[in-house]
Every structure is written in C-alpha cells, then in structure tokens.
C-alpha cells in the first residue's frame, strides 16, 4: 500500500470514529441533518487549512453555511462568489455574513511582496506571482488584492508590520463590495427578516486561535 492509500484510508477511518462519536453523544443527529439546514452565519473565508470555520467557532454541522477562496475575496464580478451570498441571504435566511480575514494569510504575502516590487500600471498586466503567466487563474485572482496592497503607502514597511495591514484592509473591502451587492440592497430594503441582516469584517490569528472584530459592520441603516 501506497503512502498516499494510507493518508487517504486514515481519512476515512477518522471520519468513522467522527460519525460514530456523534451520533453515541447524540443519537438522531444525522436523521435530523437530512431534513434540512438553517444556518444563522455565512462565513466567506480564506481557504487557507489553518482556518477550519466550524472549528474555529466550535459549531455544530448546520450552523454556518461557508464560502472559501484564496485571500477571502468577494469580487463584485464574481458569479460563485454572488450566488453563494444570494442563495444563503434570500434561501437560507442567515442572520449575519462574516469575511474572515488571517494572520500569515500566504495570498495577502504574495500581493503584498508584488505591491513592493511592481511599478503598478493603470491597466494591463500585473503579475503577482512572476513565475506564472499573466492569464494564469492565481494572478488573476490575487491581481485586485495586489492592486489594494499597492494603495497603501506600505513600500517601505518591514512586511511583518506591512502584513496585517494589507490582512485587515482586504476584510474591510471585501465587506464594502458585499454591501454594494444587489442581495444585500434588496434584503435592507425589504420589509421582512432579510432586513435584518448584517455583514462583519474579522480577523483570525494564527497565534492565539482568537478572532477579531474589526468593526465595520454594517446593515440596513448603514449601508454603502
């Protein structure tokens, strides 16, 4: 047997103590699941593995409906990324959507050291990671957050001071582009429980295990 069999048969054997744990501490979990979820949290996070949001928020399996990418982006332009906010917002009916942003996030580094080394052009190409082509997905992605990072006055900053910068101004963009979504503007402006609500900007550290609030919520009377 392969390492690789073996990494892959620990997965499915921890998941069998997993399913046998739960339903021995409560028996009917499963039958319950299968009927339905209801959510009160969309988390749109990094999809960094450090950052397992059930985990982090010591949730149950149906408590938080979850949206991961790399560098926890919510571009306007983006169909997964709106249709994930729409279904969770107008179906689900969650009460809150969190952008989680964290410590030592790997994509934010990459922006940030482009952002240092780029004269940046008003449009046209930007290559955050130079090993890969122009049209290659990953510097497509990180392109915006590179451009961010590059508005920041940060070329001179040591990077362990310039990081959670670019970390903590990426989570307050991402929650202005999610309150400019049409979703968003037809739930505050509804007269139902959508009304109700509202997008938080936070940050992870990787060194405590703790979130943070960086108080940028917004909701019905305060939006963009």
Same mark, same amino acid.
């Given at each position: ?77 983006? $169909? ?90 990426? $989570? ?53």
């Amino acid at each position: 047997m392969s390492d690789l069999d073996t990494l892959l048969n620990g997965l499915f054997t921890a998941n069998a103590q997993w399913a046998k744990d739960v339903e021995a501490a409560e028996p009917g979990f499963f039958q319950e699941s299968v009927k339905g979820q209801a959510p009160h949290t969309l988390w749109i996070g990094c999809a960094d593995s450090r950052v397992p949001e059930s985990v982090v928020l010591g949730a149950r399996p149906g408590d938080v409906f979850v949206h991961r990418n790399i560098a926890n982006q919510f571009p306007l332009d983006d $169909v997964n990324s709106k249709a994930v906010l729409e279904y969770a917002v107008n179906f689900l009916g969650v009460q809150h959507v969190v952008v989680v942003g964290h410590t030592e996030c790997g994509g934010a580094t990459a922006c940030l050291a482009a952002a240092k080394r780029t004269t940046f052009p008003e449009h046209g190409q930007l290559l955050t990671i130079p090993t890969l082509p122009y049209e290659a997905p990953l510097n497509q992605w990180l392109e915006p957050l590179t451009r961010l990072a590059g508005t920041l006055d940060l070329s001179t900053t040591p990077m362990e001071e310039a990081l959670p910068v670019v970390v903590e101004e990426n $989570v307050k963009l991402q929650v202005e582009n999610l309150s400019k979504t049409t979703t968003l503007a037809n739930a505050w402006a509804s007269n139902d429980n959508r009304r109700n609500v509202r997008v938080h900007g936070w940050v992870y550290n990787l060194n405590t295990g703790l979130l943070k609030d960086l108080q940028v919520t917004k909701g019905a009377s305060t939006r963009v």
